[in-house]
T-cell receptor, first 114, second 108 residues
């Protein structure tokens, strides 16, 4: 089976712009979670989608949003980019959304905001 | 105080040595995950456990639910084990809360 894929892998934007990142889960997986990793804050949970519905949300401002499509692919959007949004954005897929799911991580999208 | 604490933050070992990384958490959890992250960012899930002990090759993970503590052991360490090891706890659904990571360097 193909692993989790994320596009693009690298992205450079300027402050005030918006960005959309894409994640394709492992075939058959219905849950996609998004995480942000920065040197200062480490890994933090953004949100989780399961069957096109947001199931959980982390403590991020409303500028961060996401959605999931019927084929389980997911996108996250960050509007009005700030310098502090520079980070590695990781998505992870799992089969279900209960409490005992192994998560499979994608390679990440490295976003630089200038 | 962070919900998930890892120690040590950095660890240097000689090839062949036994390595232990500790993780303590303060919240109720359903499962604890050990993850490995190599330079470049890719994360691999090593273990997911909710009780007892699991072993995979030279890696062993244990968890004590009563004490809210888990350990990851690497036996006969090798330079290819050099990576950042991250403990994460899961409570609601797939929402994970992460420790700060332990950077491991194994010298030949």
């Amino acid at each position: 089976k193909a692993g989790v894929t994320q596009t693009p892998r690298y992205l450079i934007k300027t402050r005030g712009q918006q960005v959309t990142l894409s994640c394709s889960p492992i075939s058959g997986h219905r849950s996609v979670s998004w995480y942000q990793q920065t040197p200062g804050q480490g890994l933090q949970f953004l949100f989780e989608y399961f069957s096109e519905t947001q199931r959980n949300k982390g403590n991020f401002p409303g500028r961060f949003s996401g959605r999931q499509f019927s084929n389980s692919r997911s996108e996250m959007n960050v509007s009005t980019l700030e310098l502090g949004d520079s980070a590695l954005y990781l998505c992870a897929s799992s089969f279900g959304s209960n409490r005992y799911n192994e998560q499979f991580f994608g390679p990440g999208t490295r976003l630089t905001v200038l | 105080k962070n919900e998930v604490e890892q120690s040590p933050q950095n660890l240097t070992a000689q090839e062949g040595e036994f390595i232990t990384i500790n993780c303590s958490y303060s919240v109720g959890i359903s499962a604890l995950h050990w993850l490995q992250q190599h330079p470049g960012g890719g994360i691999v899930s090593l273990f997911m456990l909710s009780s007892g002990k699991k072993k995979h090759g030279r890696l062993i993970a244990t968890i004590n639910i009563q004490e809210k503590h888990s350990s990851l052991h690497i036996t006969a360490s090798h330079p290819r084990d050099s990576a950042v090891y991250i403990c994460a706890v899961g409570a609601a659904g797939n929402k994970l809360t992460f420790g700060g990571g332990t950077r491991v360097l194994v010298k030949p």
